[in-house]
């Protein structure tokens, strides 16, 4: 395929977003991090598109200077208008520019997961003058087709199939750009007049993918909470911004470049425009910016019209949603018919609220869900994303391992008498299915490498009967971050259906190897004494020689317990968020594997192989 060029429409004043726009022009609104021009900037250099076109009117200096300082300087040409000259008289004043060849032509209030090469190769196939990529979204359905998808009027037309929405995705041939006048005026108009001329103008339906028109506070809020999703996260802090480590945030929180934030605030689902002052109260559901707050209903963010909401990002089969129960918020987990954890679930929140332990309290319980104490959204692992000193994250982590002694120090006698504890020990078994979790949903279906070592089989079975021979406590078996919830800064523990009988080391790997967060090594260190000074203490039968001699074989279990999961749940499940973590899970593998490779050499030759691939 040659070549082709771009078109991105920039000029517009954006009237439905005012009054955001009369300080920053539509195609700068941040995404992330990210004006909107810089992603499909990138979405349109995925494709064999060589130079772009932007046209500029409304704050044009300030779209000139985005340019001039963006890795895209010597990709686009920038086109001024004076006066406006709308969507046709824009690409009319660029037909130098674009009647080279084919070119494609892209809103800047548009994100898309529209597959733009499918789209070009359908156009250059069916050899159209116009090909629209269209959608059907009956809020803005006004484009009349015909049962082959041809456009046949805007409108209300007669003989029609069906109506449909134009995405603001579109690729033409150089030829279209007779039908358009000089000056200023209206594609729509061009499209018509092709037809009437007996020119084909087809459409390629993007039905599946994503579509967001953005053009609106509630929608551009929706786009950028669900980039946030995507992303896997709850919190997006830009590190040029100034003051989170000083204020109270829950639910979905963005705060974009340049923004500060004074002491006191809190914030509740919101985002904090660029170079905005916050200094003082209490938001929820807002788009906020200096002297601006527009505020925001739960359904026009999430995309849902009424309760429940679904909440988490975690990799939990299980279902979380907020619900109201007596004016208040609470959380309504459902569970399929078969989930073995249902039961253990509800017996475990009862034995762990008996012996003091922070986990959410249980209002109801029915038979395949139940109703818990909402903790916020706020985890440990959210709560990181804001920098923060190292003085305050010691304090937190020296509460999480406050909890987690606890948890080890409950007696053998208490848990012989939970129900739901009896034959759950995290036994050689469960080790061995650990190891071989790593090798097929990590090794094998992230790395593509087929890994079948008799050698490192019998490496697997030493490894599992050395952590299988450490003394055995109750256990929460996924104690990090995300599973580490923040309500008044109190930590409190969720997903904790997995409790069983194992060696403490694996659950202080957990949480003190946690790939979700790097903590350098001598805060790792003071907390490793701190937790063992506090079992030494608290614990019956505890026994530091063996727990210090156990503690580097519960990493490397975990590590690549880790490692598989985050296979699993990227492949199979389709949270390719997960992924962004392997690095970090594979560099503590390395690293702890270095420390006994003469100990297990097919275990180290096998992570020096995937380092390398």
């Given at each position: 395929?040659?070549e082709?060029?771009?078109f991105?429409?920039?000029?517009?004043i954006?009237?439905?977003?005012?009054?955001?726009?009369?300080?920053?022009?539509?195609?700068?609104?941040?995404?992330?991090?990210?004006?909107?021009?810089?992603?499909?900037?990138?979405?349109?250099?995925?494709?064999?598109?060589?130079?772009?076109?932007?046209?500029?009117?409304?704050?044009?200096?300030?779209?000139?200077?985005?340019?001039?300082?963006?890795?895209?300087k010597?990709?686009?040409?920038?086109?001024?208008?004076?006066?406006?000259?709308?969507?046709?008289?824009?690409?009319?004043?660029a037909?130098?520019?674009?009647?080279?060849?084919?070119?494609l032509?892209?809103?800047?209030?548009?994100?898309?997961?529209?597959?733009l090469?499918?789209?070009?190769?359908?156009h250059?196939?069916?050899?159209?003058?116009?090909?629209?990529?269209?959608?059907?979204?009956?809020?803005?359905?006004?484009?009349?087709?015909?049962?082959?998808?041809?456009?046949?009027?805007?409108?209300?037309?007669?003989?029609?199939?069906?109506k449909?929405?134009?995405?603001?995705?579109?690729?033409?041939?150089p030829?279209?750009?007779?039908?358009?006048?000089?000056?200023a005026?209206?594609?729509?108009?061009?499209?018509?007049?092709?037809?009437?001329?007996?020119?084909?103008?087809?459409?390629?339906?993007i039905?599946?993918?994503?579509?967001?028109?953005?053009?609106?506070?509630?929608?551009?809020?929706?786009?950028?909470?669900?980039?946030?999703?995507?992303?896997?996260?709850?919190?997006?802090?830009?590190?040029s911004?100034?003051?989170c480590?000083?204020?109270?945030?829950?639910?979905?929180?963005?705060?974009?470049?340049?923004?500060?934030?004074?002491?006191?605030?809190?914030l509740?689902?919101?985002?904090?425009?660029?170079?905005?002052?916050?200094?003082?109260?209490q938001?929820?559901?807002?788009?906020?910016?200096?002297?601006?707050?527009?505020?925001?209903?739960?359904?026009?963010?999430?995309?849902?019209?009424?309760?429940?909401?679904?909440?988490?990002?975690?990799?939990?089969?299980?279902?979380?949603?907020?619900?109201?129960?007596?004016?208040?918020?609470?959380?309504?987990?459902?569970?399929?018919?078969?989930?073995?954890?249902?039961?253990?679930?509800?017996?475990?929140?009862?034995?762990?609220?008996?012996?003091?332990?922070?986990?959410?309290?249980l209002?109801?319980?029915?038979?395949?869900?139940?109703?818990?104490?909402?903790?916020?959204?706020?985890?440990?692992?959210?709560?990181?994303?804001?920098?923060r000193?190292?003085?305050?994250?010691?304090?937190?982590?020296?509460?999480v391992?406050?909890?987690?002694?606890?948890?080890?120090?409950?007696?053998?006698?208490?848990?012989?008498?939970?129900?739901?504890?009896?034959?759950r020990?995290?036994?050689?078994?469960?080790?061995?299915?650990?190891?071989g979790?790593f090798?097929?949903r990590?090794?094998?279906?992230?790395?593509?490498?087929?890994?079948?070592?008799?050698?490192?089989?019998?490496?697997?079975?030493?490894?599992?009967?050395k952590?299988?021979?450490?003394?055995?406590?109750?256990?929460?078996?996924?104690?990090?971050?995300?599973?580490?919830?923040?309500?008044?800064?109190?930590?409190?523990?969720?997903?904790?259906?997995?409790?069983?009988?194992?060696?403490?080391?694996y659950?202080?790997?957990?949480?003190?190897?946690?790939?979700?967060?790097?903590?350098?090594?001598?805060?790792?260190?003071?907390?490793?004494?701190?937790?063992?000074?506090?079992?030494?203490?608290?614990?019956?039968?505890?026994?530091?020689?063996?727990?210090?001699?156990?503690?580097l074989?519960?990493?490397?279990?975990?590590?690549?317990?880790?490692?598989?999961?985050?296979?699993?749940?990227?492949?199979?499940?389709?949270?390719?968020?997960?992924l962004?973590?392997?690095?970090?899970?594979?560099?503590?593998?390395?690293?702890d594997?270095?420390?006994i490779?003469?100990?297990?050499?097919?275990?180290?030759?096998?992570?020096?192989?995937?380092?390398?691939?």
């Open positions: 395929m040659n082709i060029r771009a991105i429409l920039c000029a517009g954006g009237e439905r977003l005012m009054p955001i726009t009369n300080r920053i022009p539509k195609p700068l609104l941040p995404i992330l991090g990210k004006p909107i021009v810089h992603l499909i900037i990138e979405k349109l250099l995925s494709v064999p598109v060589g130079m772009i076109g932007i046209n500029l009117y409304h704050k044009k200096e300030a779209i000139f200077r985005w340019i001039n300082s963006s890795p895209f010597d990709k686009v040409i920038a086109f001024p208008e004076e006066p406006v000259l709308g969507t046709g008289g824009a690409l009319k004043n037909e130098e520019f674009l009647k080279q060849g084919t070119f032509v892209h809103n800047s209030d548009i994100m898309s997961e529209v597959d090469l499918a789209l070009i190769e359908y250059l196939s069916k050899g159209f003058l116009a090909t629209l990529a269209v959608c059907d979204c009956p809020e803005f359905n006004n484009v009349g087709i015909d049962r082959e998808g041809f456009l046949k009027g805007i409108g209300d037309v007669s003989g029609l199939t069906r449909v929405t134009f995405t603001g995705i579109s690729v033409y041939s030829e279209f750009l007779r039908f358009i006048p000089h000056g005026s209206g594609v729509v108009d061009a499209w018509l007049s092709a037809i009437k001329a007996g020119l084909p103008i087809g459409t390629f339906d039905r599946g993918s994503y579509w967001k028109d953005i053009g609106t506070p509630s929608s551009y809020s929706g786009a950028v909470f669900n980039a946030l999703r995507t992303e896997g996260e709850t919190v997006y802090i830009h590190h911004s100034k003051g480590k000083d204020i109270t945030m829950d639910g979905y929180v963005v705060i974009e470049s340049g923004a500060i934030v004074k002491k006191g605030v809190t509740r689902n919101c985002i904090i425009l660029p170079e905005s002052t916050i200094n003082s109260g938001y929820e559901n807002s788009i906020l910016s200096s002297n601006l707050k527009i505020g925001l209903k739960d359904s026009e963010i999430f995309g849902i019209s009424e309760e429940p909401i679904l909440i988490g990002i975690g990799g939990s089969e299980r279902c979380y949603y907020r619900v109201k129960r007596n004016g208040k918020s609470a959380v309504l987990m459902r569970c399929s018919a078969d989930d073995p954890d249902f039961i253990r679930h509800i017996g475990l929140s009862s034995f762990f609220r008996k012996h003091s332990i922070p986990v959410p309290v209002f109801k319980a029915g038979d395949d869900n139940c109703l818990f104490e909402d903790l916020g959204d706020m985890s440990l692992y959210s709560w990181l994303r804001c920098p000193g190292d003085e305050d994250i010691e304090k937190i982590y020296l509460k391992m406050d909890v987690l002694m606890e948890i080890h120090s409950i007696s053998s006698k208490d848990i012989s008498e939970c129900l739901v504890l009896k034959e020990v995290f036994d050689y078994e469960h080790l061995r299915w650990e190891t979790y090798i097929e990590f090794v094998v279906g992230i790395k593509g490498i087929e890994e079948r070592s008799p050698s490192l089989n019998e490496e697997f079975h030493r490894l599992a009967l952590v299988d021979s450490l003394p055995k406590r109750l256990i929460h078996r996924d104690f990090q971050s995300q599973n580490i919830m923040l309500k008044d800064m109190i930590p409190r523990v969720i997903d904790y259906q997995g409790a069983r009988l194992g060696p403490a080391g659950d202080v790997a957990s949480i003190l190897w946690d790939p979700y967060h790097r903590l350098k090594d001598d805060m790792r260190h003071r907390l490793l004494d701190y937790y063992i000074m506090g079992m030494n203490k608290k614990a019956e039968g505890f026994n530091e020689m063996d727990f210090r001699h156990g503690l074989y519960c990493r490397l279990q975990r590590h690549m317990q880790a490692l598989g999961a985050y296979g699993f749940l990227s492949m199979a499940k389709g949270k390719r968020y997960f962004k973590h392997v690095p970090e899970g594979l560099r503590l593998l390395k690293e594997v270095t420390f490779k003469d100990e297990y050499p097919e275990l180290y030759r096998l992570v020096m192989q995937i380092e390398d691939s």
